[in-house]
C-alpha cells in the first residue's frame, strides 16, 4: 500500500518561498499522475497543480506561473515549489493520486502579511 508524506510546509512571510515535498513510500508514483490540493480554514479543499507521468503539468489559475509541480527521476518524490506567496495561499497542503485512492496527511503553509 502506497504511503503519501508531505512535508516542507511552515510560516513564510508574503512574497517569500516553499518548497513542500511528498515523499511515497511503500510504492512509485511513476504510473500515477500526482496533484496537489489545498484546504484553507473555512473553504472547501481545491486543487492546486498536477502532474502527468510524462511530466506533463496543470495548475489551477490561482497559482499558475507561481507555482511550480515537479517530480524526481525515481518517481518516488514531487514537489511543490511555491513563489511569490499571498496570504491566500495560507492553507493545509495534501498531496494525493490524482484517482483519489491515495492521500497524505497534509502540511499547512502559513503566509503572514
Known amino acids: 500500500q502506497v504511503r503519501l508524506v508531505e512535508s516542507g510546509g511552515g510560516v513564510v512571510q508574503a512574497g517569500g518561498s516553499l518548497r513542500l515535498s511528498c515523499a511515497a513510500s511503500?510504492?512509485?508514483?511513476?504510473?500515477?499522475?500526482m496533484r496537489w490540493d489545498r484546504q484553507a480554514p473555512g473553504k472547501q479543499r481545491e486543487f492546486v497543480a498536477g502532474i502527468t507521468p510524462s511530466g506533463d503539468t496543470f495548475y489551477a489559475d490561482a497559482v499558475k506561473g507561481r507555482f511550480t509541480i515537479s517530480r524526481d527521476n525515481a518517481k518516488t518524490t514531487v514537489y511543490l515549489q511555491m513563489a511569490s506567496l499571498k496570504a491566500d495561499d495560507t492553507a493545509e497542503y495534501y498531496c494525493?493520486?490524482?484517482?483519489?485512492?491515495?492521500w497524505g496527511r497534509g502540511t499547512q503553509v502559513t503566509v503572514s502579511s
Open positions: 494525493r493520486t490524482a484517482d483519489g485512492v491515495y
Open positions: 511503500g510504492g512509485t508514483l511513476r504510473i500515477t499522475t
